[in-house]
Antibody, heavy 120, light 107 residues
Framework: QVQLQESGPGLVKPSQTLSLTCTVS??????????WSWIRQPPGKGLEWIGY???????HYNPSLKSRVTISVDTSKNHFSLKLSSVTAADTAVYYC????????????WGQGTLVTVSS | DIQMTQSPSSLSASVGDRVTITCRAS??????LAWYQQKPGKVPKLLIY???ILQSGVPSRFSGSGSGTDFTLTISSLQSEDVATYYC?????????FGPGTKVDIK
């Protein structure tokens, strides 16, 4: 059974960089069948797709965040990471890491989500 | 980028009612559409992919249809455990945008 677990600070100061890591267990992040994604959800609002990385290293980001986002992968540790720079209060959200089954479509496994609050 | 819209934004129905939610893409996405269910305080759950294929373990009262720009999610007989917000998602081309959601509750 594949499991994903987010980790990282729950509080980030405005203008700083938000950094989260997603550790994957029960499956290899090196599999070419999946995109490894980040999705966020501001409190009381809908889902926003942030971007993905493939084990090959290819990435795609939401244009609305592209200038501030970096997603990277470490296959030796079976984890992938998100960095979001120059954060503001608008970046306060539950951040989910997820596995997107690219061959078939749809996010079939999600992390439990981690709330990141941007505040001084 | 492809924009996704959903209607209605919320609905209230009785147990046993047939419920239909509509999702529209701003341009054709073939059948590259997924539906998710998110219960209050919970992680989203994949219900349907490829517009009409039920994810393993999802009750058969859920069904999806459509292709191109117009899609529907149908709950054939609403149950109390179906109270949730439902999202569609384009995965034809990145960014894999979500619809704004439809909140379903019991009348």
């Amino acid at each position: 059974q594949v499991q994903l677990q987010e980790s990282g600070p729950g509080l980030v100061k405005p203008s700083q960089t938000l950094s989260l890591t997603c550790t994957v267990s029960g499956g290899s992040i090196s599999s070419g069948d999946y995109y490894w994604s980040w999705i966020r959800q501001p409190p009381g609002k809908g889902l926003e797709w942030i971007g993905y990385i493939h084990s090959s290293g290819s990435t795609h980001y939401n244009p609305s965040l592209k200038s501030r986002v970096t997603i990277s992968v470490d296959t030796s540790k079976n984890h992938f990471s998100l960095k979001l720079s120059s954060v503001t209060a608008a970046d306060t959200a539950v951040y989910y890491c997820a596995r997107d089954f690219m061959v078939r479509g749809g996010v079939d496994y999600w992390g439990q989500g981690t709330l990141v609050t941007v505040s001084s | 980028d492809i924009q996704m819209t959903q209607s209605p934004s919320s609905l209230s129905a009785s147990v046993g009612d047939r419920v239909t939610i509509t999702c529209r893409a701003s341009q054709g996405i073939s059948n590259f559409l997924a539906w998710y269910q998110q219960k209050p305080g919970k992680v989203p759950k994949l219900l349907i992919y490829a517009a009409s294929i039920l994810q393993s373990g999802v009750p058969s009262r859920f069904s999806g249809s459509g292709s191109g720009t117009d899609f529907t999610l149908t709950i054939s007989s609403l149950q109390s455990e179906d109270v949730a917000t439902y999202y569609c998602q384009n995965y034809n081309s990145a960014p894999f945008t979500f619809g704004p959601g439809t909140k379903v509750d019991i009348k």
